[in-house]
């Protein structure tokens, strides 16, 4: 009998306020693990994020014009792992900059992993170009008027730029 694997699935969240260059590398390599990524951006009620849910959604969608049928961009306000489970996917993908960023990571795992066995954690390290940053060092940085480019794309940069120069 020759059945069909369905295709594998893995869901990678975070606030992607905004994406960046180092987000963008851990979607790329996730594509090579699984047939479909699906970036959710995971509403966090006591975050105040400089772009709304529909800006965060167009920025990512920028990024991935040419493997959109890989990637789908979805929000949630649940857990995670409910997420995943209702998507069909089997993992959840996150990057670790450092080992600080271990401890914290760990321990969402372990939870995952005990609210729903079948659903994996997988940690990609970040590329070493990519380890220093992070959304809130990217906003303060352009905020401030800093040079930005080479660490989120080129659209996510302006963005940037116009939303500070509205003062």
């Not at 699935?9 to 390599?29: L, M, Q, S, W």
């Not at 849910?53 to 991935?64: A, G, K, L, P």
């Not at 969402?108 to 066995?117: D, P, S």
């Not at 970040?126 to 080479?150: E, M, N, V």
Request: proline letters at 4%.
């Amino acid at each position: 009998m020759n059945e069909t694997k369905p295709p594998s699935v893995a869901v990678y969240p975070g606030t992607f306020d905004p994406i960046t260059n180092g987000h963008v590398d851990i979607i790329k390599r996730a594509l090579r693990m699984f047939d479909r990524v699906i970036i959710v951006i995971a509403v966090n009620t006591q975050k105040t994020p400089l772009f709304s849910i529909e800006e965060r959604i167009d920025m990512i969608n920028q990024c991935f014009s040419n493997t959109n049928d890989r990637i789908g961009v979805d929000t949630t306000t649940g857990l995670i792992v409910d997420f995943a489970v209702e998507n069909g996917a089997c993992a959840i993908v996150r990057g670790l900059r450092a080992v600080s960023d271990f401890d914290y990571e760990f321990q969402l795992a372990l939870m995952n992993r005990k609210l729903e066995r079948r659903v994996e954690t997988v940690f990609l390290m970040t590329g070493f170009r990519w380890i220093f940053i992070s959304s809130s060092i990217i906003k303060d940085a352009a905020r401030h008027g800093g040079d930005i480019s080479g660490v989120v794309p080129a659209h996510v940069r302006n963005a940037l730029a116009e939303k500070f120069s509205r003062g």
